[in-house]
């Protein structure tokens, strides 16, 4: 895919989008990767991509008494979706257990990383929730089947909208710890054999249809995703809270990063 009157790859234009927020924003970037279909991998021919990064500013950004803009938005249009988080927000968002943040952190498609983002995610990994990454998931999937899944014809990419965090919580209630991003190690981790056939078929089929393409109802999985979303919301309400309340460890390694000599 080409970007306007750029000649190149586009992975060497977001190299240099995210030099010239460096310099124009004054910070350092911690970590950049891709988000949405292309890290799930099921992009369409015409997916967009979704770069999201997590950067710092000096300490003396973090002083000064007035509150100060936490994100920074750069590039939005139909082909190029660029921004970011100050780390300050990622971190009070790691203490959510913030399950979108998660999944930043484990990219399968990183454009830029740091030894410092290593340093942050060995603390930042303490803070995942069970409970409060599957209500995301279930509330995402409940969502979207509500929204995108009750005409007679649908588009097939929104059917991953729903199927991706349905799988994410099979994969936190079966292993614990944060779902892989990459819709294929769901299904190979934690999918019912006897969906993989259907599944894999709508994977096809939404490869090769760009992005407002629909087709009909697929019946089967229309009722794997209404069993599945009933279980998870019963599951959800047994079970206990297990996040971690305690901030010492996150704040050490926000007045540790806002040490290093960066800039």
């Not at 240099?16 to 949405?36: D, F, R, W, Y």
């Amino acid at each position: 895919m080409r970007y306007k009157n750029f000649d190149g790859p586009i992975e060497e234009l977001i190299q240099i989008k995210l030099k010239e927020i460096e310099e124009k924003e004054q910070v350092t970037i911690l970590h950049t990767i891709e988000s949405g279909s292309r890290a799930w991998g099921f992009a369409s021919p015409d997916s967009d991509y979704d770069v999201r990064f997590i950067y710092v500013r000096p300490m003396e950004y973090y002083l000064s008494l007035e509150t100060k803009k936490d994100f920074i938005d750069w590039e939005l249009d139909e082909t190029l979706d660029m921004n970011g988080w100050d780390l300050s927000k990622a971190l009070k968002h790691f203490h959510k257990s913030n399950a979108t943040l998660f999944e930043w952190a484990n990219s399968p498609v990183v454009y830029q990383t740091t030894t410092w983002w290593k340093e942050i995610m060995a603390v930042a990994e303490n803070y995942f929730s069970c409970k409060a990454s599957m209500y995301h998931y279930y509330g995402t999937a409940k969502k979207n089947a509500s929204e995108y899944l009750t005409g007679e014809m649908v588009s097939y990419k929104k059917y991953f909208y729903v199927l991706r965090p349905i799988l994410a919580c099979k994969w936190i209630e079966q292993k614990k710890c944060p779902p892989p991003v990459l819709f294929q190690s769901l299904v190979d981790g934690v999918l019912e054999d006897k969906m993989k056939a259907p599944i894999e078929a709508l994977v096809k089929k939404k490869m090769t249809m760009v992005e407002a393409q629909k087709g009909e109802r697929i019946d089967r999985i229309d009722d794997y995703i209404a069993e599945k979303l009933l279980y998870y919301k019963q599951k959800l309400n047994s079970m206990e809270d297990d996040r971690e309340g305690d901030w010492e460890k996150l704040n050490q390694v926000f007045l540790a990063m806002l040490k290093k000599d960066f800039l």
